[in-house]
């Protein structure tokens, strides 16, 4: 088992439901993370109902019989774990950068995280 710790850009709702499952599903058997750097990673994590861009960091449990391809995208350090199987993952940390701002904010840890969102939708 390898245990990287990589990037994703995904919106809010999705990086709740990976926090509560654990898990990150693939998409037509693929998986995207960054090994550079969460900064790559906003575009992907752009979420219009909460007006901000977000990156998880995520420890990933990548089992042996697992590939993991590097590829040439716009976002340095893509990997793509190909699997037709959930990854377990762990969520580390959250970056956030709101609409139209230049600064990132960074929570860290899993209640954290969950506090953060929890007070979104309230």
């Known amino acids: 088992m390898n245990s990287p710790v990589w990037y994703h850009g995904a919106n809010g709702d999705n990086i709740i439901q990976i926090i509560r499952e654990g898990k ?4 037509n ?3 995207f993370y ?5 900064s790559g990673c906003f575009a992907m994590g752009a979420d219009l109902k909460r007006r901000a861009c977000y990156v998880i960091q995520v420890r990933c449990q990548i089992p042996n019989d697992v590939r993991v391809e590097n ?3 716009n976002v340095p350090g893509t990997k793509v774990v190909l699997t037709s199987s959930p990854i ?6 959250l970056y956030i950068r709101a609409a139209k701002a230049t600064t990132v904010s960074i ?3 899993r209640s954290a995280i969950e506090k953060y969102f929890s007070t979104l939708s309230h």
């Open 24 to 27: 990150m599903r693939p998409n």
């Open 29 to 31: 058997g693929q998986i």
């Open 34 to 38: 960054s090994s550079s750097g969460y």
């Open 71 to 73: 590829r040439s995208t």
């Open 88 to 93: 377990t993952v762990e969520v580390l940390e």
């Open 107 to 109: 929570v860290k840890g």
